[in-house]
């Protein structure tokens, strides 16, 4: 359904390849050594493997979905992101973000609502001076379950003193959207991550956008 702009009073950012495209760049090396006769489209087969390593969560839900195990699937995912250890990862910033932040900013309350641990959350913030513009930071730990549980996105809500139906959660995944779907959040998903269009519009995204500074044009 279209998204009812008139219900938007804050923002809510995953993190992974919606604020930061550091998995593009492991995608795009993974890509060199998928072999051709196997893999028509190595770039998006690489894409779908570093998927798997990085956000294992995000392919399990859609194994989930075929099969009609989604509850059980989100306990697991929900398990996965709690006890997985996160790599020491080279943090890119996707181009115009930081630009999109500054404009954003004191337009709405804005927070980050990531499944990455604190310590990689704020590392990255830090790193490319994002702090100041979020109002909350909830990372994998800080609720009592992570996406796709609705819990950070209530968090967030509560931090930023608005109703979780009056967020918008922009994020990558379908976990993601499915989050923000069940705190009762509208949802964009953008393509500059692991998403792809048909699968996010499944799982019920408002808006598609083809990468998170194109939030501008439509706030």
């Known amino acids: 359904m279209p998204l009812d702009k008139t219900r938007i009073k804050a923002l809510c950012f ?5 604020l930061s495209d550091t998995d593009d760049l492991y995608a795009k090396k993974v890509s060199k050594f998928m072999p051709r006769f196997l893999f028509r489209d190595s770039d998006h087969a690489a894409r779908r493997f570093v998927m798997w390593i ?17 509850d059980e699937m ?18 890119l910033l996707i181009s115009g973000v930081d630009e999109m932040l500054k404009q954003l900013h004191g337009r709405y309350p804005m927070s980050v609502v990531s499944a990455r641990d604190e310590k990689g959350t704020m590392a990255f913030l ?7 513009y979020f109002d909350a930071v909830v990372t994998g730990l800080s609720a009592r ?3 796709p549980y ?18 918008l959660m922009i994020g990558d995944t379908t976990v993601d959207i499915r989050a923000g779907k069940a705190a009762g959040a509208q949802t964009v998903g953008v ?29």
């Open 126 to 132: 830090e790193r490319f001076g994002l702090v100041k």
């Open 74 to 91: 989100v306990a697991v995912i929900d398990w996965l992101a709690r006890h997985r250890r996160h790599s020491a990862k080279e943090f």
């Open 191 to 219: 393509l500059c991550g692991f998403g792809e269009e048909p699968e996010l519009r499944k799982f019920g995204a408002d808006v598609i956008l083809e990468d998170t500074t194109k939030l501008l044009g439509i706030l």
């Open 14 to 18: 995953d993190v992974d390849g919606t």
């Open 54 to 70: 990085e956000a294992p969560g995000n392919a399990l839900l859609g194994l989930a979905d075929t099969l009609h195990l989604d």
């Open 150 to 167: 609705p819990d950070p996105i209530l968090l967030a809500a509560e931090k930023m003193g608005v109703s979780p139906e009056h967020c």
């Open 145 to 147: 379950h992570t996406k």
